[in-house]
Nanobody, 121 residues
Framework: VQLQAFGGGLVPPGGYLVLSCAAS????????MGWHRQAPGKQRELVAS???????KYDDSVKGRFTISRDNAKNQVYLRMKSLKPEDTAVYYC????????????????WGQGTQLTVSS
């Protein structure tokens, strides 16, 4: 199962951006999905996650500003970000917990390649 993230860029403070992430492969199901970020010199942190049933969770630093959603039919997850701050600048990574149904059942977590968000005037 492969994940690919899209949508990063340069945004002014207070701006708005949407990140997308698509999962591809065959014979799989994606359960929980999430967005993490890593700023220079800092550890990667979980920003938001969403269950297969659509229940979201957010880090306190983004509550009220970020919205995570997903389209299970398309195996995609989105992160809508508003009121962006310079401290949101980071590389954003999507991830998904998957199950592959075949001769054997395989479970694992796949990560997207990361997309850069820079919040600056």
């Amino acid at each position: 199962v492969q994940l690919q993230a899209f949508g990063g860029g340069l945004v002014p403070p207070g701006g708005y951006l949407v990140l997308s992430c698509a999962a591809s492969g065959s014979g799989f199901r994606i359960n929980d999905m999430g967005w993490h970020r890593q700023a220079p010199g800092k550890q990667r942190e979980l920003v938001a996650s969403i269950t297969s049933g659509g229940i979201p969770k957010y880090d306190d630093s983004v509550k009220g500003r970020f919205t995570i959603s997903r389209d299970n039919a398309k195996n995609q997850v989105y992160l809508r970000m508003k009121s962006l701050k310079p401290e949101d600048t980071a590389v954003y990574y999507c991830e998904g917990d998957y199950i592959i149904y075949g001769d054997e059942i395989v479970v694992g977590r796949s990560w997207g390649q990361g997309t850069q968000l820079t919040v600056s005037s």
